[in-house]
Every structure is written in structure tokens, then in C-alpha cells.
């Protein structure tokens, strides 16, 4: 199949600038091809949402952009580096990588679990210190569970979890930000809120933004850029603005999709049988 590609409409910056680097990335699994050829640079305060069927290989192309698994061919780098030359600490201090499921073996506290966050960043010996306790606690603040420190993280709810585990991910501090599905679990104010929360960290923070979303009117919103993966390794990449339109998404998911527009924002609504 043909693979498409976008220009996104963002203002280029220096190549050396760019915090991830995918050149001629080829990724499959299971003798499935999910990507071939794809190109894709992020740089500070770029957010990129990754769209497909469930099935595609959302999760298999962020793990590898992780560095978790190699590609069948093509090059990743961080910061200028690859990630065998990084590291797997300094890579861990770079890049956060928000997993769809969380296990808990063992018993924690809330407070404990986050903490882990900031494991990349302390030597092999060291026990976190009171700063790190702070950062901790001001992270459950950022997701609303501040009154949870204390709480055993077998108790709480799947959403809880989830924001849990974002909080996790904001002490853990990277310059890169891969989510997959971080709006699982949560309910409609919550997931603005993390949405919101993730684009001030890319903002405020000098970093990028990597998520798969199911919902593509929030993924419209709250994105710069936009990778839809078709299967059989055809993908389009570019700006969210142009790449998202009622085709190719209608092609996307194989069901067809209305856009709606006022005088400001648009959305995207399925076409219901009659």
C-alpha cells in the first residue's frame, strides 16, 4: 500500500532541537506490518496523537519509539542519541512511557508508588529524600488524589489508578511523553483535566507529547500532529488540523463520520444507521 505523508504546519525548528527521531522507521509484529517508512521528528511542545483500529499496532509502534523493542529497520534517537548509546537510565530521565495496564505485585501507598517516578534520577543506593517526597505530593495535587498519599493503591478505583500513574509519570519529569490510552477508566472531567495537564507539561515543561486516544474529537482538540495507521503499514502523518477530516477518518475506523463546525471548533460525529 501507499504510504501518504503530511508536512505538518508548525514552525520547523533546528534538527538538533528535536527530543524524538524516527527515520525510516519499519515496525511489525506477528508478521503484521504496522509502519514502513515512516519519518517523525517531535520537538519541544509538539503533541502528536496516534490513531487506528483497535489491533493496528498503536501500542507496538509507541513501545518501540520507547525504546522497548527494536524495529525491523530505521533509526530512533533521543535527544540526539540512540537509545543503546543513552543508556537505559539517562534514557529513563529522557522519555516516560505511561503503559496501558498497571500492575501492582506488592502492597504500596499511594505516596510510595509515585515515588517510584523518581527512581531514574536517584543513584543505586539512594533512598528519595524529602525534595523528591515534595515533588510526589505535589503531583497527586496536579491529578486531584492529594488526599490519597496515604491510601494503599490496592483500594482505589481504576480511574484513581490511572491518575495514579500519571502522577507517576509527571515526578518521573522526561523530556518526552508516550501515553497509550490515558484516558482509560476516567470519566469525562478527568479526562479533559489529564488532557489539559499533559499539554502544559509539553508547554510549560520544553517537552513533546505522544498519545494514543480513541476519541477523535479530543484528539483533534488537544494535538498539533496526527499519525492515523491504516494496517499493512500505510500511514499518513501531518498536521491534526489537515489530516483530520471526515474521510480519512471515515476510512480510518470503516465507518462513516460527519464533521460539524461552528464559527471556531469542529467535530466529528459517526453517521448513525437509520
Not at 505535589?138 to 483500594?155: Q, Y
Not at 469525562?188 to 520544553?206: C, D, K, P, T, W
Not at 479530543?218 to 498536521?239: P, T
Amino acid at each position: 500500500m501507499r504510504t501518504i505523508k503530511r508536512k505538518s504546519v508548525r514552525t520547523a525548528h533546528p534538527a538538533e532541537t528535536a527530543l524524538l527521531n524516527a527515520r525510516n522507521l519499519a515496525v511489525s509484529i506477528g508478521g503484521k506490518q504496522v509502519v514502513r517508512g515512516l519519518n517523525l521528528a517531535l520537538q519541544p511542545g509538539d503533541r502528536l496523537v496516534l490513531l487506528g483500529r483497535n489491533g493496528v499496532g498503536k501500542t507496538t509502534l509507541l513501545h518501540t519509539l520507547a525504546g522497548l523493542r527494536a524495529p525491523d529497520s530505521g533509526e530512533i534517537e533521543l535527544s540526539g542519541q540512540t537509545y543503546a548509546a543513552l543508556g537505559p537510565r539517562r534514557a529513563a530521565q529522557l522519555r516516560g512511557l505511561l503503559p496501558q495496564h498497571q500492575g501492582d505485585a506488592f502492597a504500596a501507598s499511594v505516596l510510595e508508588t509515585v515515588l517510584i517516578g523518581r527512581h531514574p534520577h536517584l543513584s543505586r543506593w539512594d533512598w528519595e529524600s524529602t525534595a523528591d517526597e515534595h515533588l510526589a505530593r505535589e503531583a497527586l495535587a496536579a491529578v486531584g488524589l492529594a488526599e490519597l498519599a496515604a491510601r494503599s493503591i490496592h483500594t482505589l478505583s481504576g480511574g484513581e489508578r490511572q491518575r495514579v500513574a500519571l502522577a507517576t509519570l509527571l515526578v518521573q519529569a522526561p523530556k518526552l511523553y508516550l501515553l497509550d490510552e490515558p484516558l482509560a477508566h476516567l470519566d469525562l472531567n478527568h479526562q479533559i483535566a489529564v488532557l489539559e495537564l499533559a499539554s502544559r507539561r509539553a508547554r510549560e515543561g520544553n517537552a513533546a507529547l505522544a498519545m494514543v486516544l480513541h476519541d477523535v474529537n479530543l484528539a483533534a482538540h488537544f494535538s498539533d500532529q496526527a499519525l492515523l495507521l491504516h494496517g499493512e503499514g500505510e500511514h499518513e502523518l501531518g498536521a491534526s488540523a489537515a489530516v483530520l477530516d471526515a474521510a480519512r477518518l471515515s476510512r480510518l475506523y470503516g465507518h462513516p463520520l460527519r464533521e460539524i463546525r461552528d464559527e471556531t471548533r469542529r467535530w466529528f460525529v459517526p453517521v448513525m444507521p437509520k
